[in-house]
């Protein structure tokens, strides 16, 4: 048997009505009231100290490491909708061609990339009748 202990069991007080009018709905909240109580002077010294935020600064390192990982292992997000063939005419220029039919927004030396990366071009040149695949967005 233990000398020692600090456990109280709930049914040692309050199963009747003693002198004052407590009745047994009374003495089961307030042995609820000593447990709760006794739960948070046991947590307040991890509230108290620093603990308590390294574990949420642990755990938010977790959370964004995780999202970190998540976003370089997704793969590249292709913007492209769909694809247009075009016959590149006389005197076009991959430049000319990008200006025709880039969207407003993009700079022309980034929609011509993208041409020659949908193209499969290794260099700039083209000549009239090739069928270049430029990206729509």
Do not use: C
Request: charged residues 15%.
């Amino acid at each position: 048997m233990l000398k020692y202990s600090t456990y109280h069991s709930i049914y040692d007080e309050g199963t009747g009505v003693n002198s004052a009018g407590q009745t047994l709905g009374s003495g089961i909240i307030n042995r609820i009231q000593e447990i709760t109580k006794v739960l948070l002077e046991g947590l307040s010294p991890l509230f108290r100290t620093f603990n308590f935020y390294k574990i949420a600064l642990f755990l938010l390192l977790i959370v964004a490491g995780f999202t970190v990982v998540g976003n370089v292992f997704a793969g590249p997000v292709n913007l492209a909708k769909q694809e247009k063939k075009i016959v590149v005419a006389p005197g076009d220029t991959l430049w000319s061609i990008a200006l025709k039919n880039k969207p407003a927004n993009m700079k022309t030396a980034v929609y011509i990339e993208g041409i020659k990366r949908s193209s499969q071009l290794t260099d700039s040149h083209i000549r009239a009748g090739d069928i270049i695949t430029v990206p729509l967005f």
